[in-house]
């Protein structure tokens, strides 16, 4: 069982509740005097969990690649850390540039590596950012607002089978092509500018809902907007390269263990580049994989946290 001030920090109202707490650390095993890379520091839940086990004399370094959120969990775990006394590093900087961000804090590799693929409440939640439609607001769905490309730019201005292609890869969506027809007949007409127009157009491309069919259990815009906010933000991208530097992340085995990685995906795109990039470590005589399948959530946290049911952890060890 956690101790109290582990469920308080899981429990905070900090616009996001950090999934599979509990198995992370597990997974990662966190010890005092450790160093611990949390790729997508978020809202700081997970940090709060992790920062605790690591005093005295551990490091936790964040990274998030959106300012704000940065911003946020530098400010909430600082006193976290300060009574553990465990340094700390909140960086706004994307998972990808993880190996640059470490070289350039004097960090030759870490005891422990998280990555969380999924978003904070608070971003999911804003009509502003524009990641969900269930409330209307710009087509936006930057995650770093500095960035330059947005969805809005996107469909307006990709050619039809571009757009249609985008929307099948990422979004795994079987009606791409005609989604992909829809959104140029209508922007030849008009820009489509924000989520409640686009979720409409996607809507009207489907067709009328059949409730028996399982692909329609699901509001049909979803796949769009998800392949839509993977573009935009280069989500593959990123954790491909992740996961092809995270083996020079992690500290090598020894009299040790060495360092230990997980990985919480949310969805088939995400799982399976992870899967396979963990097999292959795992065929090295230096890695061995910790999770032989994916580690869900209990039905007390399905139940407590909906988001959590699609979460799926798989951890690896540098061994040698």
Known sequence: M???HEEQAAHDDAGHMPVLAEQVLGQLDPK???VVLDCTAGRG???A?????LGPGGRYVGLDTDPANADYSRHRLSPIAKQAGVGLDVVHANFRDARGVLRQLGIEGVDGLLADLGFASNQMDDPARGMAFSEDGPLDMRLDTG???TAEQLINQLPQDELADLIYEFGEERLSRRIAR???ELRTHEPITTTGALARLVRRAY???KSSSRRQRIDPATRTFMALRIAVNDEMGALDQLLTD???LLNPGGLNPGGRAAVISFHSLEDRRVKRAFLGLGKDAGFKVLTRKPVTANDDEARANPRSRSAKLRAIERSG
């Open 246 to 248: 995270l083996p020079g």
């Open 207 to 209: 067709g009328p809902r």
């Open 147 to 149: 960035a330059t490309v």
């Open 45 to 47: 839940g997970h940090g």
């Open 2 to 4: 956690p101790e109290a």
């Open 49 to 53: 969990l992790l920062i605790p086990k």
């Open 32 to 34: 005092p005097g450790q």
């Open 182 to 184: 829809k959104i140029v």
